[in-house]
């Protein structure tokens, strides 16, 4: 369990190699804070739209999840989302409109339930390689390498940049209210 008493620390974590485990510190603290900026938010809440182009905080937590899932898949199975998984995660990924009209109605406890089986997920895959994995470097944005340590950085990057807009959504609505 995520507490401030072990949130604060970047070190090492049992069951994993050294950046490994820095690595997964700093992605506890980015989600441990997504977290505390959703808590108790109701659906109409979680479905809220500031405006006909933002996204709501919902399909945002939806991105996160999503956005993990596609570098487990990119750099664990070397490999691009299948039709099946574009499916289920494209409308995440994507956002935009498709968000709007895909991702809502569900409770905060149902995007709590997706972004832990996804971080579950990645743990045991991190538990899998160790940290020369994170220097392996492929092809990325614009046709620039990036190793993977850069990528799973990304993934929690991501989820940190977003959650700035979930604090913006989550003023509003307390403005609005």
Known sequence: ??????????????????????LIS?????????????????????????????????ALLSHFAAVEYAYQVSTFEKRDLNDEELLIWGPALELGKVGQEQIKGHDLDYYIHQ????RNKTLELFRSVNDEWLYVEEDFWYEQKAN??????????????????????????????
């Not at 109409?44 to 739209?49: I, K, R, S």
């Not at 989820?159 to 604090?167: K, P, S, T, Y």
């Open 148 to 177: 993977y340590y850069f990528m799973w950085f990304h993934v929690f990057e991501d989820e940190l940049n977003h959650r700035g807009q979930i604090r913006l959504i989550r003023n509003r609505l307390n403005i609005i209210k």
């Open 26 to 58: 700093m992605m506890n603290y980015a989600r441990f804070t997504t977290l505390e900026a959703v808590k108790d938010l109701t659906q109409a809440e979680l479905d809220f739209l500031l405006d006909s182009q933002s996204n709501s905080i919902g």
């Open 1 to 22: 369990m995520l507490t401030m008493q072990n949130l604060l620390l970047i070190t090492d974590i049992p069951g994993y190699t050294p950046q490994i485990a820095r």
């Open 115 to 118: 972004l832990d089986q996804v």
